[in-house]
């Protein structure tokens, strides 16, 4: 195996930047993981590593964003899998700390505010989920940073979360990380099902109701692409129509302010930009899902 697994910071910053030298790289890439990974954390790796002469991926599950110790404990933990996965896409760097590492002395005591992008949708439904999540992802940021005029700096996170790839690229933008947000499309199954981590919590009954998510979306942007108001009230009915699903919300947004696109979605033709966000429990596992939309 190839692939080098540390869990300090301080390996991390010794071996990107021997690696950066050993190579002459002008470029370092990271992708920041909670572990359990998949084809679609595949993706951003490959993407990552054809774009990067040096390339970092971190493993950390963040208590931070998990509302509940439940959820925490339940969560996989694959770290073997994972690092063949990410060895077979030629990612150089494994970066697994421990939770003391990543905040050492207990939970921080200051933290990133995500603001009023994290007033609807995931944040309303999840409490405090987003400001946990950005606090780790600028620590893991800055762990990733090359050395001072070393090499470009890329970070990689797909588009399935797209709540807090927003939320990212705004905090990038509004406190001047040195770093690029690179998104990366969402992996599917071939039934449809964006690809994620708690897809395997989910019974066969289960899985194959959850399919009317993608469905739902997919109603939607053919009626987008056709220039037809989008009648999110028979897509919306369509998902109730599920028993095993329980839908939180479902909307079409702007995709970068997040503010629903109520004028032009009910009875006139859709025009423009637009972005589906769809959250539903499905048995006892959340899901999360969305489809842009460029008409």
């Known amino acids: 195996m190839a692939i080098r697994l540390v869990t300090t910071a301080a390996e991390l910053r010794k071996e990107s930047a021997r ?5 002459g790289g002008t470029s370092q890439g990271l992708v920041p993981t909670m572990g359990a990974l998949h084809e679609g954390h595949a993706r951003l790796a490959r993407t990552a590593v054809e774009q990067n002469d040096v390339v970092v991926a971190s493993i950390f599950v963040n208590p931070l964003q998990f509302g509940e110790a439940v959820d925490l404990d339940r969560y996989p933990r694959t ?13 150089d760097l494994a ?5 003391e590492e990543v905040y050492p002395g207990g939970e921080p005591m200051v933290r990133i505010t995500s603001g009023v992008l994290a007033e609807k949708w995931e944040g309303a439904s999840r409490p405090g ?3 946990g999540a950005l606090t780790v992802v600028a620590k ?3 762990y990733g940073l090359p050395g001072a005029g070393q090499a470009a700096y890329r970070a990689y996170f797909g588009q399935k979360d797209a709540q807090q790839l927003a939320l990212v690229q705004r905090m990038v933008a509004d406190l001047n990380f040195p770093v690029e947000i690179v998104p990366v499309p969402i992996v599917r199954s071939p039934d449809g099902l964006a690809l994620s981590s708690r897809n395997r919590f989910l019974s066969a009954a289960e899985r194959e ?7 739902a979306l997919r109603l939607v942007e053919e009626r987008a692409n056709a220039h037809e108001p989008l009648d999110l009230d028979s897509a919306r009915a369509l998902v109730e129509s599920q028993p095993l699903v329980a839908l939180d919300y479902f909307d079409v947004v702007d995709p970068r302010t997040l503010e629903p696109l109520a004028e032009n ?3 006139t033709p859709f025009r423009g930009e637009g972005l589906v966000l769809i959250a539903a429990k499905v048995g006892p596992v959340r899901l999360i899902d969305n489809v842009p939309l460029n008409s």
């Open 19 to 23: 690696l950066l030298t050993e190579k």
């Open 129 to 131: 989920h987003f400001d």
């Open 265 to 267: 979605c009910r009875e």
């Open 209 to 215: 109701a959850a399919l009317v998510l993608s469905r």
């Open 95 to 99: 970066f697994a700390p421990s939770v």
């Open 140 to 142: 893991l940021l800055h």
């Open 79 to 91: 770290l073997e899998a994972d690092l063949a996965l990410l060895d077979a896409e030629g990612v």
